[in-house]
């Protein structure tokens, strides 16, 4: 009987020396792999907590390789990029790798949480209760995020909550948007409920984060099935409570600095910034593979930047030219400079960029920045080939701050609301732009766009978005049409200060004097990225029409 390929990741279970590879204190010390099996593993407390620890890192590894970026920032038209013209193009094969790779790496996160549930309930007898719910409130949490971006990305998908009631039902169907959602909220529902207010270890999750989660699900929710332009109050008042018990009583506060989020001193594994509310926790260590940070090998402009280790192949990937227009019209968004790299640039914390002796050119395209904290000289020996001492943000406090004061905001075309002010002017100020005496959604909806960029939010906006505006003025389709994604140059006007300023050209023919494509529209048909054919072929019952999920069958 032929099974489609997410039967293997169901069925897929990581060794128990993976399990221990990222463990808190001693995350580099891993027990020998021939004396562990399920059935002995959960006995202590410190054993179950150590068996959730892959779940920060290794089974995101595929997603975040490359996959990441591609969708929530390329596809979205936040970056321009030799390797990702299909997905700002709109015209992404079903068998295209890194997006097979990132649907892989969802379902291994789906089998692993689900594993861990499955353990911990049968071999955790004497575990602390208060552990083993935390475990069970971290899988869920990480099953319920997955989730999220799968129904944001391929739109209906299965939910599979249970590894072997699966493994021979060859008759499963694609589950609904609205299903997937209520789904999600019920797992960072538990999260919330079982959660300490304080990491039991750094970088581990907390009450707040899956508060921090719930609001950004309500928020989403709100518009499905709520009518165009309109979105359902309830879900909107949820927002707002669970955003502002995060503000209020979390304790975490958004740092000084943008650019301090993103160095690697601030947002490692081991010492978590004030403003996280998640982040996926990689290791200065490449075996075993997938616990390590790839993202700046495919990033870095050059091998120069991030000491010569035989990566930095990110010379075609920068800032879209839509974006590089917002930056010209408000130079003195402060945000710029650590998101992308702009000719001439310096960074002190590069000792490739801070030494004025070294001439460096970029005037074809506007470099990333953001995630991109050079090599080990760069960071107290930290970092290897293709490993960079970085922790990956998944929620951070400034998004709470927006999804409050939009959650205010609610069906009103503005608000004038002192709170609501207060939260996005805070994220302005710290970015060196005016206070605002009204918000409309769009203020609000662009804030998050710049605050949020080349970190894999935007795209996930924009299918928020289209739940109740996909066709309208200022919807997701009308938003992404609008969007230049052409080629541009830019270059410094030497002598210019505080701000920089530079002369950019938006080329509308080629050298041979050929139209240049500049906008590339999506539509309904093609807006969703298209299902992987190998499991529909593997499995014909996926491409049914999708069902209601049956919540009936779940205890809790």
Request: hydrophobic fraction near 40%.
């Amino acid at each position: 009987m032929k099974q489609a390929r997410i039967w293997k990741y169901i069925a897929f279970a990581l060794p128990l020396s993976i399990l221990a590879a990222a463990c808190s204190d001693s995350f580099l010390e891993r027990p020998p792999i021939d004396t562990l099996t399920d059935g002995i593993y959960y006995q202590t407390d410190d054993e179950v907590i150590m068996a959730t620890a892959p779940l920060y890192n290794i089974v995101w590894f595929d997603f975040n390789d490359k996959t990441s970026f591609g969708i929530g920032d390329a596809r979205a038209g936040n970056m321009l990029s030799n390797d990702y013209d299909d997905y700002y193009k709109f015209a992404v094969s079903a068998t295209d790798g890194p997006l097979l790779s990132a649907y892989a790496s969802f379902y291994k996160i789906i089998a692993q949480s689900n594993m861990v549930i499955e353990n911990v309930n049968r071999y955790a007898t004497n575990v602390t209760p208060a552990v083993k719910n935390h475990a069970i409130a971290e899988a869920r949490f990480m099953r319920g995020l997955a989730y999220t971006y799968l129904t944001s990305i391929w739109k209906e998908v299965p939910i599979i909550y249970d590894n072997l009631a699966i493994l021979n039902d060859t008759t499963i169907r694609r589950n609904s948007v609205a299903s997937i959602w209520e789904f999600a909220i019920r797992d960072f529902r538990y999260a919330a409920k079982n959660l300490p207010t304080t990491p039991i270890l750094a970088g581990r999750l907390t009450k707040y984060s899956a508060e921090g989660m719930l609001a950004r699900a309500f928020l989403t929710r709100a518009g499905i099935g709520a009518g165009v332009g309109s979105r359902n109050q309830t879900d909107l008042d949820s927002a707002k409570y669970y955003a502002k018990d995060v503000i209020m009583n979390s304790g975490l506060t958004l740092m000084d600095n943008y650019s301090d989020l993103f160095l690697s001193a601030n947002n490692n594994a081991q010492s978590i910034n004030n403003e996280t509310l998640f982040a996926l926790l990689w290791l200065p260590i490449r075996e075993p593979w997938g616990v390590n940070n790839s993202f700046q090998a495919y990033m870095a402009f050059s091998p120069e930047l991030i000491g010569n280790q035989g990566d930095g192949w990110g010379r075609a990937h920068g800032a879209s030219a839509d974006l590089v227009k917002y930056y010209m019209a408000n130079p003195d968004d402060s945000r710029r400079k650590p998101t992308f790299m702009f000719n001439g640039d310096r960074y002190s914390e590069l000792k490739y960029f801070a030494d004025p002796s070294v001439t460096y050119t970029i005037d074809d395209v506007a470099n990333i920045k953001k995630y991109i904290i050079g090599g080990p000289d760069d960071n107290g020996g930290n970092g290897q080939f293709m490993t960079a001492y970085i922790n990956t943000y998944m929620m951070r406090l400034a998004e709470v701050y927006l999804i409050y004061a939009e959650a205010v905001l609610g069906n009103s075309s503005s608000t004038s609301d002192a709170e609501a002010l207060k939260y996005v002017n805070e994220i302005r100020k710290r970015a060196g732009l005016s206070d605002l005496t009204l918000v409309t959604f769009m203020d609000i909806f662009n804030e998050k766009r710049i605050e949020l960029a080349m970190e894999g939010r935007y795209w996930h906006e924009l299918v928020r978005l289209s739940y109740f505006n996909m066709n309208g003025a200022d919807g997701t389709l009308d938003i992404i049409s609008k969007q230049d994604k052409g080629p541009y140059t830019i270059n410094y006007i030497a002598g210019t200060d505080n701000p920089r300023q530079y002369e950019v050209t938006y080329p509308t023919t080629d050298g041979d004097g050929a139209a240049i494509t500049r906008f590339f529209p999506a539509t309904e048909e093609n807006f969703y990225f298209p299902y992987p054919d190998a499991e529909l072929v593997k499995a014909p019952s996926l491409r049914k029409s999708p069902v209601d999920f049956d919540f009936s069958v779940l205890s809790n």
